[in-house]
T-cell receptor
Framework: SAVISQKPSRDICQRGTSLTIQCQVD?????MFWYRQQPGQSLTLIAT?????????ESGFVIDKFPISRPNLTFSTLTVSNMSPEDSSIYLC???????????FGEGSRLTVL | GENVEQHPSTLSVQEGDSAVIKCTYS??????FPWYKQELGKRPQLIID?????GEKKDQRIAVTLNKTAKHFSLHITETQPEDSAVYFC??????????FGAGTILRVKS
């Protein structure tokens, strides 16, 4: 299994600012994804982080709001831009080898926007 | 796209009883079905998974069954213990691609 580290683990931000979340995997992985989990809710896929190219976003999520980078096979970032209180949530990085299907999660980044 | 429905939303059982959580999926191309357990404030942890070429898989007290024709799969926990209390999520994907999750089931095991 892959060990996934995220930082920050939590942050409190002001409305209108942006925050970048980092995700580091301890081994090279084929697939990396970013999910959002609002309090008491399920996991919603934001986008697939593609190595060396633009991320693939799910319906309802756009690059201007959630820019994603993936410069190599072990690292990705998610930025939450121009934040509003509605962006308060847990953001989870996940990674896997694709073919096997197994997907592992980071510990999440709990974001509170005031 | 894929849609995964999960029932029940909450489940209370007495310690030692069995618990069953059911999910249905919509995309017949889905071929990988994992189950995750999430304790409060923790990350989702993969507990068991099944692929579409298998009908049942068991790991100690946990088992998963898959009915491809009906497009549903279930998680079975036997001899439940208080430490089984958590939120359980089912999910589905195609060829190791992105996972689509069910809404989750809060399992409470009463001692």
């Amino acid at each position: 299994s892959a060990v996934i580290s995220q930082k920050p683990s939590r942050d409190i931000c002001q409305r209108g600012t942006s925050l970048t979340i980092q995700c580091q995997v301890d081994s090279q992985v084929t697939m990396m994804f970013w999910y959002r989990q609002q309090p008491g809710q399920s996991l919603t896929l934001i986008a697939t982080a593609n190595q060396g190219s633009e991320a693939t976003y799910e319906s309802g999520f756009v690059i201007d709001k959630f820019p994603i980078s993936r410069p190599n096979l072990t690292f990705s970032t998610l930025t939450v831009s121009n934040m509003s209180p509605e962006d308060s949530s847990i953001y989870l990085c996940s990674a896997g080898q694709g073919v096997t299907g197994e997907l592992f999660f980071g510990e999440g980044s709990r974001l509170t926007v005031l | 796209g894929e849609n995964v429905e999960q029932h029940p939303s909450t489940l209370s059982v007495q310690e030692g009883d069995s618990a069953v959580i059911k999910c249905t999926y919509s995309d017949s191309a889905s071929n990988y079905f994992p189950w995750y357990k999430q304790e409060l404030g923790k990350r989702p942890q993969l507990i068991i998974d099944i692929r579409s070429n298998v009908g049942e898989k068991k790991d100690q007290r946990i088992a998963v069954t898959l009915n491809k024709t009906a497009k549903h799969f279930s998680l079975h926990i036997t001899e439940t213990q208080p430490e089984d209390s958590a939120v359980y999520f089912c999910a589905a994907s195609t060829n190791g691609n992105k996972l689509v999750f069910g809404a989750g089931t809060i399992l409470r095991v009463k001692s």
